[in-house]
């Protein structure tokens, strides 16, 4: 699965249209609130399931996107963030609990 196209939309939102046809969107607060590396990761665990993380503008803004390999895309965010790596399989799977 790959994206045929990836792109803001009204700068909450990432548009991914797949090689299949399939449009997602996916909101960029769930996408930080998921941030796969491996900080955030840890930090998720420790606070729990029903961590509700309150975020800075800059925290859920985009300053850039790269692709990285054929498999997965990197996003830095506006605050600096941008050890994400995000999976195509993990954003074609994304499923954000609340
Ligand atoms: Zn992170």
């Not at 994206?3 to 299949?20: A, S, Y």
Request: hydrophobic share 30%; charged share 25%; proline share 4%.
């Amino acid at each position: 699965m790959q994206p045929k196209k990836i792109k803001l939309v009204d700068g909450i939102n990432l548009m991914i249209l797949w090689n299949d046809g399939s449009e997602e969107y996916i909101s960029l607060k769930n996408l930080r609130k998921h941030c796969p590396c491996a900080t955030c990761s840890a930090e998720r665990d420790k606070q729990g399931k029903k961590y509700i993380p309150l975020y800075t503008e800059n925290q859920i803004s985009v300053r850039s996107i790269s692709q990285v390999g054929n498999y997965a895309i990197q996003i830095r965010w506006q605050d600096g963030h941008d050890t994400g790596i995000y999976e195509y399989k993990f954003l074609k799977n994304f499923q954000p609990v609340g």
